[in-house]
């Protein structure tokens, strides 16, 4: 169980990710520490190291007793077994094979008596360990390279289904055309490491074998040796020259790329993030690549000194010619110019190393040995520099042989002009991947950002959405060009509908949703198209029709439940208790009333006109108390594209396209409000409710379908009412998801109705992109847990002046005060997981907000500590701004549009009268009677009735338009 306290500020729980994480194709790239990469320096000494260690086990098993010799190998073989059964304990296979049979293996061949023979079986091992480091880089490097998000999902798939470890080209069937680029080019690179491979192992067994059987010597092993490392760099050379001259590409920029993989190499995902869609590569985590590298350096380094280096002649040979001098030094004489009496000077050297048991060794005796060797100082430094310098460069020379030329070409295929990179966008890469991966929860999340903490991805499941998303951020903050606008289009799909409230007017969210749709993908990546409508109240902008009196679902319902939805709705209930309790009966009795005397009313307008007709229907008293509803069906039916019904004899298009709650539930589709606040702020709220209640009533009436539906409300408090809780409430359970977003907490705490609570209670994930209010920022503060934070402190003592000056007398650098040698006292203490200064920065920046994910679903795993995140702009700037300043679509552009305000000849050319001669716009309907008195005389327009044209509706002489009886009027 996690504790109280965290240690961190990483809220993710590895322990409670499915199983199916290990399967994840997004596939991010963390960073990479280019300082991980060990120095030449550091290579060399450690080189130098593993030579001198061997060399010391060897004389130490010459020089000792058997007695010591058995403990010290029993209690090395001790120490192995031992490691090697807590790696199997912990699941770790095959390092625990490898520790059991390999590494005793190693022991007993460094620790052999003084023979050529043991020692090449070592120097193999060594060079077995290092093939086995260069496959694996180049395992690591594959992945690595394809998992760049401008390659698309099914390259990478194609690509690592060749350069998977143990991967034998499944995804290709004979014949098959489908990634034939791929085949061809991955293919025949891997068949080339093959062959690579293969000729340093077939060299190496050639100079073991010519060891066993023709040089049983140590100048044998020597030129064996250096051999196999020319013959490696050979092969190296040439292959990274083959390269060059088939790419094109400079010798510099191949080796660039090679130490661009060794980087990668040490230097990937140091900080060992565990978290989903991180890239996991095939050679392990950062900290067992590293360790695998000086492991199969230092073998290599050992067991290579051993036939290398001249300079272990005298400790090599020390015992054995002490015991038969005569033997060894004419053996040795045989491949060596140097005479008799200096291998007699071995003899010597080795009676007095054996001596040393006893007595140490006297200097002068070593000195005096060197002294007496024909070139004596060019040997020892012969054989000091070959120690040190020969290993890490026939291990480089190994390594590269077999995968340098791989290297160079992953490095070059996936550059700049390479035909696997698209020109893609992060955020669109990272979704795609989302949508067609493999692994069926994988497909349910939706892309955020990456985790500042860690440098991981953060998705988010869509069960999430559906159980309300609240975002929230200050005016310029991005909160919808980032927030909203990114939400939405990872929504838009085939699975689901969507019901968009713009109450700022943003022409980019417009764009967004109307592109998205266009673009809309299923699952598998096919193209499937949404329709895609719009609503406006803005004059001079096409609209379609949104009628909701004239819904289906609504006709049928009872007229007091239809009183209840459409009171709601208008914002006519005010609550319970004295005074509103009253006002909100009033205004329910007095829409009951109209209802039950006009049953087939069918628009706003027609509710309206009975009104005013029915003048005996209501009282005096009635009328003033239900002022609140007569007042807001007069606004409403002011509106064109709200009252527009087919008694209104228009273009059958027009309501053929009008926009119908019950498609958004049957099919996928998307409709856009666009209510700008700014504008008929009343209307346009009263308008937003009704969209919202029609469609949770065409849902109630029809019944859930298996796709998923959201709501996205921008600038979501100028919907704010009493009622709009039991809404969050209610939606969830209709299969409905609210996004709503707004700027500061302060817009959810209105006089007539404060949602902080049911806002915070009913939402299940929230992101804020901006903290600037104080009161917020100390909530958020207690709201994000708390973590173990170490502070630092130290005395600093001070000398006064007499100037009155104080300066520091001892202690610490001040440029510096946390250096290694500071006299400073850690203490630990429990503080805010976020503090104040990572709210202030967090509003300050651009691409940084926080999140929160109130319950764990999916790979969402953070036990509901919010945390801070980065998330950019999913285009362009460019594409940003074309977006911005786009035209609204005409009435030219999308067939069964309306330009507002309805002009009333379109009434005329339907039924088949003249057009006024007058461009002045003819009263409506519920026009007022002085209003009509007061037109000129020459705008009454000339009615006749001439046949109508072909394919144009006749209308029943029954059926009057009120167009038409409002100019009978006149």
């Given amino acids: 169980m996690r504790p109280n306290v965290a240690e961190t500020r990483d809220p993710l729980v590895p322990e409670l990710l499915p199983p199916s994480v290990d399967r994840m194709e997004l596939n991010y790239r963390t960073s990479i520490d280019p300082s991980a990469t060990p120095p030449l320096l550091s290579v060399m000494v450690s080189a130098l190291l593993f030579a001198g260690a061997t060399f010391t086990a060897r004389l130490l098993f010459q020089l000792q007793s058997p007695r010591f010799t058995m403990a010290l190998l029993g209690s090395v073989v001790v120490l192995i077994l031992a490691a090697a059964l807590i790696a199997w304990t912990r699941k770790r296979i095959a390092p625990a094979v490898f520790m059991a049979t390999g590494a005793p293996i190693l022991v007993t061949t460094l620790l052999a008596p003084a023979s050529p023979v043991f020692a090449w079986v070592g120097f193999l091992f060594g060079v077995a360990l290092a093939a086995k480091l260069a496959m694996d880089t180049v395992y690591h490097a594959a992945a690595w390279y394809s998992?760049?998000?401008?390659?698309?999902?099914?390259?990478?798939?194609?690509?690592?289904?060749?350069?998977?470890?143990?991967?034998?080209?499944?995804?290709?069937?004979?014949?098959?055309?489908?990634?034939?680029?791929?085949?061809?080019?991955?293919?025949?690179?891997?068949?080339?490491?093959?062959?690579?491979?293969?000729?340093?192992?077939?060299?190496?067994?050639?100079?073991?074998?010519?060891?066993?059987?023709?040089?049983?010597?140590?100048?044998?092993?020597?030129?064996?040796?250096?051999?196999?490392?020319?013959?490696?760099?050979?092969?190296?050379?040439?292959?990274?020259?083959?390269?060059?001259?088939?790419?094109?590409?400079?010798?510099?920029?191949?080796?660039?790329?090679?130490?661009?993989?060794?980087?990668?190499w040490f230097g990937y995902n140091r900080h060992r993030t565990v978290a989903p869609g991180v890239m996991l590569s095939p050679a392990g985590s950062c900290g067992p690549r590293t360790r695998q590298f000086w492991f199969a350096f230092g073998i290599f380094s050992a067991t290579t000194a051993l036939a290398t280096c001249y300079i272990a002649l005298?400790?090599?040979?020390?015992?054995?010619?002490?015991?038969?001098?005569?033997e060894a030094a004419s053996r040795l004489n045989a491949s060596s110019e140097i005479d008799q009496k200096t291998w007699s000077k071995f003899a010597t050297l080795g009676q007095s190393v054996v001596a040393g048991l006893r007595r140490p060794v006297e200097g002068r005796l070593l000195l005096g040995f060197f002294a007496d060797i024909p070139a004596r100082w060019p040997i020892l430094a012969i054989g000091l520099i070959g120690c040190v310098s020969i290993p890490p460069l026939a291990f480089v020379a190994l390594v590269l042989a077999i995968a340098g030329r791989t290297l160079a070409h992953f490095g070059h295929s996936f550059g700049a002009e390479s035909p696997y990179v698209r020109d893609i966008t992060e955020w669109d890469s990272a979704v795609e991947r989302l949508r067609q991966s493999r692994d069926p929860l994988e497909t349910e999340h939706v892309w955020l950002g990456v985790a500042i903490e860690t440098d991981s991805p953060v998705i988010m499941h869509r069960q999430l959405a559906a159980e309300h998303v609240h975002l929230m951020g200050s005016t310029g903050s991005n909160k919808t060009s980032v927030g909203v606008t990114q939400l939405l289009e990872q929504l838009i799909g085939p699975e689901s509908s969507i019901l968009v409230l713009d109450l700022k007017g943003d022409m980019a969210l417009f764009e967004a949703a109307r592109l998205a749709a266009q673009n809309a993908r299923d699952r598998r990546g096919t193209s499937r198209p949404i329709r895609f409508r719009w609503f406006t109240t803005e004059s001079d902008r096409s609209s379609y029709v949104f009628n909701p009196l004239s819904q289906p679902y609504l006709q049928g319902l009872p007229r007091l439940e239809r009183t209840q939805i459409l009171a709601r709705a208008l914002g006519l209930e005010h609550g319970e208790g004295y005074g509103?309790?009253?006002?909100?009966?009033?205004?329910?009795?007095?829409?009951?009333?109209?209802?039950?005397?006009?049953?087939?009313?069918?628009?706003?307008?027609?509710?309206?006109?009975?009104?005013?007709?029915?003048?005996?229907?209501?009282?005096?008293?009635?009328?003033?108390?239900?002022?609140?509803?007569?007042?807001?069906?007069?606004?409403?039916?002011?509106?064109?594209?709200?009252?527009?019904?087919?008694?209104?004899?228009?273009?059958?298009?027009?309501?053929?396209?009008?926009?119908?709650?019950?498609?958004?539930?049957?099919?996928?589709?998307?409709?856009?409000?666009?209510?700008?606040?700014?504008?008929q702020a009343a209307a346009n709220r009263e308008d937003g409710k009704l969209a919202i209640y029609s469609l949770l009533t065409a849902i109630r009436q029809m019944g859930r379908f298996s796709r998923q539906i959201y709501i996205v409300i921008d600038e979501f408090q100028q919907l704010i009412s009493t009622d709009l809780s039991v809404m969050l409430q209610q939606a969830r359970s209709y299969g409905v998801g609210i996004i709503m977003a707004h700027q500061t907490q302060s817009d959810l705490c209105l006089p007539e109705a404060d949602m902080t609570q049911a806002v915070e209670e009913n939402t299940h994930f929230k992101q804020i992109f901006s903290v600037n209010d104080l009161?917020?920022?100390?909530?958020?503060?207690?709201?994000?847990?708390?973590?173990?934070?170490?502070?630092?402190?130290?005395?600093?003592?001070?000398?006064?002046?007499?100037?009155?000056?104080?300066?520091?007398?001892?202690?610490?650098?001040?440029?510096?005060?946390?250096?290694?040698?500071?006299?400073?006292?850690?203490?630990?203490?429990?503080?805010?997981?976020?503090?104040?200064?990572?709210?202030?920065?967090?509003?300050?920046?651009?691409?940084?907000?926080?999140?929160?994910?109130?319950?764990?679903?999916?790979?969402?795993?953070?036990?509901?500590?919010?945390?801070?995140?980065?998330?950019?702009?999913?285009?362009?700037?460019?594409?940003?701004?074309?977006?911005?300043?786009?035209?609204?679509?005409?009435?030219?552009?999308?067939?069964?549009?309306?330009?507002?305000?309805?002009?009333?000849?379109?009434?005329?050319?339907?039924?088949?009268?003249?057009?006024?001669?007058?461009?002045?716009?003819?009263?409506?309907?519920?026009?007022?009677?002085?209003?009509?008195?007061?037109?000129?005389?020459?705008?009454?327009?000339?009615?006749?009735?001439?046949?109508?044209?072909?394919?144009?509706?006749?209308?029943?002489?029954?059926?009057?338009?009120?167009?038409?009886?409002?100019?009978?009027?006149?």
């Fill in 147 to 264: 998992a760049d998000f401008r390659v698309a999902i099914a390259v990478r798939r194609r690509f690592l289904a060749v350069w998977n470890p143990g991967a034998l080209d499944r995804e290709f069937r004979p014949g098959s055309n489908e990634g034939s680029v791929v085949r061809v080019r991955e293919v025949g690179e891997r068949e080339g490491l093959r062959r690579r491979l293969w000729l340093v192992i077939a060299a190496g067994g050639a100079c073991f074998a010519y060891q066993l059987l023709f040089a049983d010597s140590l100048a044998g092993s020597f030129a064996a040796a250096m051999v196999f490392s020319l013959f490696n760099a050979f092969i190296a050379v040439w292959s990274l020259r083959s390269f060059c001259e088939q790419t094109g590409t400079t010798r510099e920029q191949a080796l660039a790329e090679i130490g661009q993989a060794a980087s990668l």
């Fill in 314 to 326: 005298p400790l090599k040979t020390a015992g054995e010619l002490m015991r038969v001098p005569a």
């Fill in 580 to 679: 509103r309790g009253h006002f909100s009966s009033q205004n329910r009795n007095a829409l009951l009333k109209l209802l039950s005397a006009c049953p087939d009313v069918d628009s706003f307008r027609k509710l309206h006109e009975e009104g005013r007709r029915q003048k005996k229907l209501f009282t005096t008293w009635e009328r003033e108390n239900a002022s609140d509803f007569f007042s807001a069906i007069h606004m409403l039916a002011n509106i064109d594209a709200l009252n527009l019904a087919k008694r209104d004899r228009i273009d059958p298009l027009i309501l053929k396209n009008a926009i119908d709650m019950s498609e958004l539930v049957r099919e996928p589709n998307i409709a856009y409000f666009r209510l700008p606040a700014t504008s």
């Fill in 775 to 970: 009161g917020h920022r100390e909530a958020l503060e207690k709201l994000s847990g708390e973590a173990l934070y170490h502070l630092a402190a130290w005395k600093q003592g001070y000398e006064a002046y007499g100037d009155g000056v104080l300066e520091p007398d001892v202690g610490l650098n001040p440029e510096d005060p946390f250096a290694e040698d500071a006299p400073a006292n850690v203490t630990p203490e429990v503080g805010p997981r976020l503090r104040a200064n990572d709210l202030i920065a967090m509003s300050a920046r651009q691409n940084v907000c926080m999140v929160q994910f109130k319950r764990n679903v999916g790979y969402g795993q953070y036990d509901g500590f919010p945390f801070l995140i980065r998330t950019d702009y999913h285009i362009g700037r460019s594409a940003y701004l074309a977006r911005l300043s786009a035209p609204w679509p005409s009435q030219q552009d999308a067939a069964g549009t309306i330009v507002a305000p309805f002009p009333a000849e379109c009434f005329f050319y339907q039924i088949g009268v003249e057009k006024p001669s007058s461009t002045r716009q003819m009263p409506l309907p519920f026009a007022n009677a002085q209003a009509s008195e007061t037109l000129p005389e020459e705008s009454t327009p000339t009615v006749t009735n001439p046949p109508p044209s072909a394919g144009q509706p006749v209308c029943p002489a029954s059926d009057r338009n009120p167009v038409a009886e409002a100019l009978d009027s006149l």
